[in-house]
């Protein structure tokens, strides 16, 4: 089960069936869907919220979700890390929580869950990602050539970053 995690401004905290709406309802924001196509009510649930795979936590400012930072976990031995993501209501952005957000969960997984590298895929245009990405230590790794699918059905490429235990 997941814990609890506090960062210096936002807290993390695992995410329930009755945040579904909440994560909607940013997934319906056009500076978001840009990025998380095809987000209805019922794939929050699926992905979000059910996913057996998927640790998600909401991030949170006292009571009000902002957004949410989810994981993957590779678990095999020798080839052990783990994968992130995250989405922040557009009125939070600039401010820093998804930085913190990043930090915290990152923070999480190599000094609790015992990953050494932690990698992330931003579309290659999503500034905002990169640059949030970058400030905690990640680094560009290369392009990953039409990985991602977008909201018109397109394929778009993403930047492979990576961040390593000794980047933190």
């Not at 994968?83 to 969960?105: E, N």
């Not at 991602?148 to 778009?156: F, H, P, V, Y």
Request: aromatic fraction near 8%; glycine fraction near 4%.
């Amino acid at each position: 089960m997941a814990t609890r995690l506090h960062g210096a401004s936002v807290t993390l905290r695992p995410a329930t069936p009755a945040d579904a709406e909440a994560l909607t309802k940013i997934l319906a924001e056009p500076e978001v869907t840009q990025w998380w196509p095809r987000y209805d009510h019922a794939r929050v649930r699926d992905v979000l919220v059910d996913s057996p795979d998927t640790t998600v936590y909401v991030i949170a400012l006292d009571t009000e979700i902002i957004g949410s930072v989810q994981y993957v976990e590779e678990p095999a031995r020798d080839y052990r890390h783990a994968s992130l993501d995250l989405f922040l209501d557009p009125d939070q952005h600039g401010k820093g929580y998804a930085t913190d957000a990043v930090r915290t969960l990152v923070r999480h997984l190599i000094y609790d869950r015992s990953h050494h590298r932690i990698a992330v895929y931003p579309a290659v245009d999503n500034d905002r990602a990169i640059k949030t990405f970058s400030r905690v230590g990640f680094r560009s790794v290369g392009i990953m050539r039409q990985y991602e699918r977008t909201a018109d059905g397109t394929w778009q490429d993403c930047l492979l970053m990576d961040l390593l235990e000794h980047d933190l």
